[in-house]
């Protein structure tokens, strides 16, 4: 069993940057491979991006590539999304989700998932 804890989240101008953190209890947090996604009201969760369980391989949606940059540090069981160049359309909840064997896009592969965190991006 892994709970995640989501911070970070607030209200920021177009342009700005924000650190999501996602914190996971329990001690194989280093054995479980970590995505992001978001939900924007009425739409569907989509896909963010997504770290392999040692933090050496990471690929993200074709949307946030070159602004996002995910990290994890497992020794403090916690997993980063770092967002730049934060538009309006990044407007949504951001949630964190852990696999034990899944690394892929799909949110129907994760096992576990955060409570999520707001992200507001003002024009």
């Known amino acids: 069993q892994v709970q995640l804890v989501e911070s970070g989240g607030g209200l920021v101008q177009a342009g700005g940057s924000l650190r999501l953190s996602c914190a996971a209890s329990g001690r194989t947090f280093s054995s479980y491979n970590m995505a992001w996604f978001r939900q924007a009201p009425g739409q569907e969760r989509k896909f963010v991006g997504a770290?392999?369980?040692?933090?050496?391989?990471?690929f993200y949606a074709g949307s946030v590539k070159g602004r996002f940059t995910i990290s994890r540090d497992n020794a403090k069981n916690t997993v980063y999304l770092q967002m730049t160049s934060l538009t309006p359309e990044d407007t949504a909840v951001y949630y964190c989700?852990?696999?034990?064997?899944?690394?892929?896009?799909?949110?129907?592969?994760?096992?576990?998932w955060g409570q999520g965190t707001q992200v507001t991006v003002s024009s």
């Open positions: 989700a852990a696999a034990l064997t899944y690394y892929n896009s799909n949110s129907r592969g994760y096992d576990y």
């Open positions: 770290i392999t369980s040692s933090g050496g391989v990471t």
